[in-house]
């Protein structure tokens, strides 16, 4: 099975830079991925890892540490519109288990 | 162009009714997915198809039978509907192999009363 953590909630100031854990214990890992959801909405792609290290995406990235199962997503210059739920989410032996996803607040 | 879409958006019915959800996407995928989105805002992935074959079925009752008449579309049926089910549906589909992502379509929010 999979257990995936990350905070509940975050929150940061426009422009600032935020950085969501995410740590997680799995079998047969196959990748790790990176979605944001708006209230009302369905999630959408942030960013996938499979390998060790970061990868960059203008203001999202994403970094993968496989043998401390640990991943975080980083963003940066903050907008309003990042508001929204970040959810990690790890594959592994053909199934995509999320985490409970973190809320982020970007106040002004 | 709509890529994967889910019918109704929302559905709200009466306890011990039987239902369905649509869902059809036009990306070409082989794989799809049923994920329900509790009040907690936690995904939990129900039931997977791959060309029309059931590959994942989570501890769901038996109560939700999905139903893949071509690998285009995956329905969900839901039967004796109970408070519990209220949720946020989501379809969602994705390539046989490779990094690519899923492809979530808008959701169906079901209130059973």
């Known amino acids: 099975g999979q257990n995936i953590d990350q905070p509940t909630e975050m929150t940061a100031t426009e422009g600032a830079i935020v950085q969501i854990n995410c740590t997680y214990q799995?079998?047969?890992?196959?990748?790790l991925f990176w979605y944001q959801q708006h209230a009302g909405e369905a999630p959408t792609f942030l960013s996938y890892n499979v390998l060790d290290g970061l990868e960059e995406k203008g203001r999202f990235s994403s970094f993968l540490s496989r043998s401390k199962g640990y991943s975080y997503l980083l963003l940066k210059e903050l907008q309003m519109k990042d508001s929204a739920s970040y959810l990690c989410?790890?594959?592994?032996?053909?199934?995509?288990?999320f985490g409970a996803g973190t809320q982020v607040v970007v106040t002004p | 162009d709509t890529a994967v879409s889910q019918t109704p958006k929302y559905l709200v019915t009466q306890m011990g009714n039987d239902k369905s959800i649509k869902c059809e996407q036009n990306?070409?995928?082989?794989?799809m997915y049923w994920y329900k989105q509790d009040s907690k805002k936690f995904l939990k992935i129900m039931f997977s198809y791959n060309n029309k074959e059931l590959i994942i079925n989570e501890t769901v009752p038996n109560r939700f039978s999905p139903k893949s008449p071509d690998k285009a579309h995956l329905n969900l049926h839901i039967n004796s509907l109970e408070l519990g089910d209220s949720a946020v549906y989501f379809c969602?589909?994705?390539?046989?192999?490779?990094?690519?992502?899923?492809?979530f379509g808008p959701g169906t929010r079901l209130t059973v009363l």
């Open positions: 799995t079998s047969g890992f196959n990748g």
């Open positions: 969602a589909s994705r390539p046989e192999r490779g990094t690519d992502t899923q492809y």
């Open positions: 989410a790890v594959e592994g032996w053909g199934k995509l288990q």
């Open positions: 990306l070409g995928h082989d794989t």
